[in-house]
């Protein structure tokens, strides 16, 4: 493995309209601390760069959860993840049409895994277009996961799932969140060590198969956080 050559496959946290973004959340904010005769701009006069960051982790870029996105309790990502270094299994998938819905299923995931059992599963989507790098999912009904698929993986030893999605439940859905209850065995026995990330982009170059994944969260005491996943090709 050659640590100086990463893949890094999160997506960044832009200002711009035309950020990748979902859930109906505006841009990121990032704007220069300005009071009792200070400016945190040096274009401004200031002396230094001082910026105040406003930022929703689930709709501006890549993110890491945790159980705590679907509990009561207050649960930290940033509590729950005490290892970021994984064995990590790259697999590309259609979805496939269900009425007016997209859908990855259970057999498919299945399929694509073999008898590979890795710690992350690492999923892009087709068609795989590099406008997922800038993309407004919100009212778009993008594809998700059959909760059957999260039911697997939490049965066969995958914690990590690593997704080109902004959920990997469906974008309307009652308040249901099937495929996230089912992933962290929750409510009944919840996996507090599970994780999933959501809207990574993976480039097309990239092959299928087995990789080291390093996966590292802004240390930020919320449910999520920004995230940074990073594929290391075995050799």
């Given amino acids: 493995m050659n640590l100086k050559e990463g893949i890094d496959i999160s997506i960044p946290y832009r200002t711009s309209e035309q950020?990748?973004?979902?859930?109906?959340v505006d841009p990121i904010k990032i704007e220069p601390v300005n009071g009792d005769g200070f400016v945190g701009s040096v274009r401004q006069g200031g002396s230094v760069n001082f910026n105040d960051i406003t930022?929703?982790?689930?709709?501006?870029?890549?993110?890491t959860e945790c159980v705590g996105?679907?509990?009561?309790e207050c649960f930290s990502v940033n509590q729950h993840m005490n290892q970021w270094f994984f064995e990590a299994l790259l697999i590309t998938i259609e979805p496939e049409k269900m009425e007016e819905d997209?859908?990855?299923t259970a057999d498919q995931i299945q399929k694509a895994v073999g008898n590979e059992r890795p710690e992350a599963l690492v999923l892009r989507t087709l068609?795989?277009?590099e406008n997922k790098l800038q993309r407004n999912y919100s009212n778009?009904?993008?594809?998700?996961?059959?909760?059957?698929?999260?039911e697997w993986m939490a049965n066969n030893g995958i914690d990590h799932l690593l997704?080109?999605?902004?959920?990997?439940?469906?974008?309307?859905d009652g308040g249901a969140l099937a495929a996230h209850r089912a992933?962290?065995?929750?409510?009944?026995?919840p996996r507090m060590k599970a994780t999933i990330t959501e809207l990574i982009y993976v480039p097309s170059k990239v092959q299928d198969g087995q990789y080291f994944l390093n996966l590292q969260v802004a240390p930020i005491e919320n449910d999520a956080s920004p995230s940074r996943p990073v594929l290391y090709r075995k050799d």
Avoid at 69 to 72: G, L, S, T, V
Avoid at 163 to 172: F, I, K
Avoid at 183 to 189: A, K, L, R, V
Wanted: with cysteine.
């Fill in 102 to 104: 997209w859908v990855i």
């Fill in 69 to 72: 996105h679907i509990a009561p």
């Fill in 163 to 172: 997704l080109d999605l902004p959920s990997v439940d469906r974008e309307v």
């Fill in 127 to 129: 068609p795989n277009e």
């Fill in 183 to 189: 992933f962290w065995n929750y409510p009944e026995n």
């Fill in 140 to 150: 778009s009904n993008p594809a998700y996961l059959e909760a059957k698929a999260c």
């Fill in 19 to 24: 950020a990748t973004s979902a859930w109906y």
């Fill in 55 to 63: 930022l929703n982790p689930h709709g501006n870029g890549t993110h």
